[in-house]
């Protein structure tokens, strides 16, 4: 029987996106209405723009930029839960290790 392993369930670059959204709180952003400058390294499609959660999804929608897709859609759905969600996700599937079958149950 075969295990999945967490870099196999989503693709590395959803994550180090999803940590970097994160870690420049542009969810946050949503509640003080002040946009932020990321990083251009990181998020080349924002270069030299100050932008907003709602400017940010709406730019991903509107360019197709899909692969933003992922890590929007969690962050919109747990919010400031998000850690949270992120830590009982990785001590309750990640570090088990479950048969291929189990693991399509529970995902």
């Known amino acids: 029987m075969s295990t999945y392993d967490a870099p196999f369930l989503v693709p590395i670059a959803n994550w180090i996106i999803f940590f970097l959204l994160l870690r420049f709180d542009v969810f946050e952003t949503r509640t003080t209405g002040q946009g932020i400058q990321l990083p251009e390294k990181e998020f080349p499609d924002f270069a030299q723009k100050t932008i907003t959660w709602q400017d940010f999804n709406e730019d991903c929608k509107n360019l197709e930029l899909n692969k933003y897709a992922h890590p929007i859609q969690i962050i919109s759905t747990y919010g400031k839960n998000t ?25």
Do not use: G, M, P
């Open 83 to 107: 850690i949270t969600a992120l830590e009982a996700f990785e001590a309750e599937v990640l570090d088990k290790k479950y048969s291929a079958e189990e693991a399509d149950i529970i995902l």
